[in-house]
């Protein structure tokens, strides 16, 4: 597509369901990225892959977050048993490839409330 | 770990005056880039920069890749409304890093 699309743009769930979050990267971007936005506050890296492999899955916050790309193309951010504190932006972006000159383009990313 | 201090955290200025915030790092970046969020949506790339000592222009908007490769400065030249928003710089080594970035209000 023409821009990375993420969905839902927003998400409002109870305390303890799992969710999923989408990621479509622009077209032919071989690299992905998840990060997290709290409120007022940057960003925070999650996870990278480089078409279907992650090889840095350093910033996860526990092991309820999991991700997964197939087909080099959509990934989806999942969530298990959500708490509050995971309440804010989720963005994802693309490169071209995760080379050190690969400008990563950003989705408006899904905002997450959890009840 | 690679930490950006970004500076600072947040502005209130009159429109069209200049603006200069700047992020600082321990560590070297092969390349510094400076982003904008507007509500609502993701991050938007304003500058790119790849070379220790780059000066680059983007319409009223100048960055700088700092000579000891560990710094880059933006400024925003007569300001106007619409520059309202987050600014986020970002070095690469590798993977990326963020800073918390610096909120920016514009009064009329």
């Known amino acids: 597509g023409a821009g990375v699309s993420q969905s839902p743009s927003n998400k409002v769930t109870e305390k303890g369901k799992d969710v999923e979050l989408r990621c479509d990267p622009i077209?032919?971007?071989?690299?992905l990225y998840w990060y997290r936005q709290s409120l007022g506050q940057g960003l925070e890296f999650l996870i990278y892959?480089?078409?279907?492999?992650?090889?840095?899955k350093s910033g996860l916050p526990s092991d309820r977050f999991s991700a997964e790309r197939t087909g080099g193309s959509v990934s989806t951010l999942t969530i298990q048993r959500t708490q509050q504190e995971d309440s804010a932006v989720y963005l994802c972006?693309?490169?071209?490839?995760?080379?050190?000159?690969?400008?990563?383009?950003f989705g408006a990313g899904t905002r997450l409330s959890v009840l | 770990g690679q930490q950006l201090n970004q500076s600072p955290q947040s502005m209130f200025i009159q429109e069209g005056e200049d603006v200069s915030m700047n992020c600082t790092s321990s560590s070297i970046f092969n390349t510094w880039l400076w982003y904008k969020q507007d509500p609502g949506e993701g991050p938007v790339l304003l500058i790119a920069?790849?070379?220790?000592?780059e000066l680059t222009s983007n319409g009223r908007l100048t960055a700088q890749f700092g000579i000891t490769r560990k710094d880059s400065f933006l400024n925003i030249s007569a300001s106007i409304p619409s520059d309202v928003g987050i600014y986020f710089c970002?070095?690469?080594?590798?993977?990326?890093?963020f800073g918390a970035g610096t909120r920016l209000t514009v009064k009329p």
């Open positions: 972006a693309s490169s071209q490839d995760s080379s050190a000159k690969n400008i990563q383009y």
């Open positions: 077209s032919g971007h071989t690299a």
């Open positions: 892959f480089q078409g279907n492999s992650a090889p840095d």
């Open positions: 970002a070095g690469q080594l590798g993977d990326m890093r």
């Open positions: 920069l790849y070379k220790a000592g």
